[in-house]
C-alpha cells in the first residue's frame, strides 16, 4: 500500500495541517509521498524532510514560532504594488528564509519521502509539477498567491501559485501510484461570521473559500478510484488566514478533532465533510 498525504492551501490556516500532522504520526500514520499546494506546500516540504513523529512535532513547533510579520512584512511594497510600480505587495524574503530555516533538504529530487509541488504558469494558466529542482524556490512558486507574492521564474516559466489551476493536488497522488489517501484540509466546512478587515485577508480568504470548494469536488470525483480520508475541518473556524495568533490554539484543535475522526469508523462520505454550511 503506498499512502499519500495531500495538503492544501490556507495562509496561516496550514497550522491546522500541523495539528492533523501529529494526530496521524501518533497513530504511526506516515507517508510514502506528500503532494502540497501554496501553505499545503511548505508543510509537504518539512514532512518530506522528516515524515515521522519527531518531524510531525518539528512542524507544529515551527509553526508556533511563526508570527504574521515573518510571512506578511509591512513594507513599501505594497503602496507600490497599489500604484503600479510592483507586482507584488509583499516582499518573499520572510517566507523564504524560512523554508530555508526548516528544510532538511536543498533539491526536491532529495527529500528523503517524494515529493510534488504545485505551481500555475501565470502566462498560460497550466498546471506545473515540480518533482526536482531548487526545494525553496518550488514551493515559493506554489506559494506565491497572486497579486501578493512576486512570481517565481524556475526554467523559463513564470509560476505563481498552484491553487490557480488545481485547488487541491489529489489528482497527483493518484497518478503517482497511491492507493490511500490522507487530505489534510485547512479551510472552511463553515462560513466566518464576519468579512476580513485588510485587502491582504480579504484576498487571501477569497483563495481558501475556492480551495476548500474545489476540494470538494475532487475528492467526490476520486473517493471510488482510491481510498480517501479526509481529515475533518476545524468548525467552527472564526480565524483570517492571514492571522498567525491563533496558531498554538489551531494546532491542538485539529490535533483533537482528528485524532477523534481517526478512531472511529469513517461512516460519512469524504467529500461530505468539505460542504460549506451556516451555523
Not at 511548505?42 to 508570527?67: K, M
Request: negative net charge; aromatic residues 4%; proline residues 6%.
Amino acid at each position: 500500500m503506498t499512502t499519500a498525504f495531500v495538503l492544501s492551501g490556507g495562509g496561516s490556516l496550514g497550522s491546522v495541517q500541523a495539528g492533523m500532522v501529529l494526530a496521524l504520526a501518533e497513530r504511526d500514520i506516515v507517508p510514502d509521498l506528500v503532494v502540497g499546494t501554496s501553505v499545503g506546500a511548505v508543510n509537504a516540504g518539512w514532512l518530506a524532510g522528516n515524515p515521522g513523529r519527531d518531524g510531525a512535532i518539528a512542524l507544529a513547533d515551527a509553526w508556533r514560532s511563526i508570527r504574521r510579520n515573518d510571512v506578511f512584512p509591512n513594507d513599501l511594497r505594497g503602496v507600490l504594488g497599489f500604484v503600479g510600480r510592483r507586482d507584488h505587495l509583499v516582499s518573499a524574503r520572510g517566507l523564504r528564509a524560512i523554508l530555508r530555516r526548516h528544510l532538511a533538504f536543498e533539491r526536491l529530487e532529495d527529500a528523503p519521502t517524494p515529493i510534488r509541488v504545485v505551481a500555475t504558469d501565470i502566462l498560460t494558466g497550466e498546471e506545473v509539477v515540480l518533482t526536482e529542482g531548487d526545494a525553496v524556490d518550488a514551493i515559493s512558486a506554489s506559494a506565491a498567491i497572486p497579486g501578493v507574492f512576486r512570481p517565481v521564474t524556475i526554467s523559463d516559466r513564470v509560476l505563481v501559485d498552484g491553487a490557480v489551476a488545481n485547488n487541491v493536488p489529489i489528482t497527483h497522488a493518484v497518478h503517482a501510484g497511491a492507493t490511500k489517501i490522507y487530505v489534510l484540509p485547512t479551510g472552511y466546512a463553515c462560513a466566518l461570521s464576519q468579512s476580513p478587515k485588510t485587502a491582504l485577508g480579504v484576498a487571501i480568504q477569497a483563495l481558501t473559500l475556492m480551495l476548500a470548494q474545489g476540494l470538494a469536488r475532487d475528492v467526490e470525483r476520486f473517493e471510488n478510484e482510491v481510498e480517501i480520508v479526509v481529515l475533518p475541518p476545524l468548525c467552527p473556524l472564526d480565524v483570517s488566514p492571514v492571522d498567525f495568533s491563533h496558531t498554538d490554539e489551531l494546532i491542538e484543535r485539529a490535533r483533537a478533532s482528528s485524532g477523534e475522526w481517526l478512531d472511529k469508523d469513517h461512516t460519512m462520505p469524504p467529500h461530505a465533510l468539505l460542504d460549506l454550511h451556516r451555523h
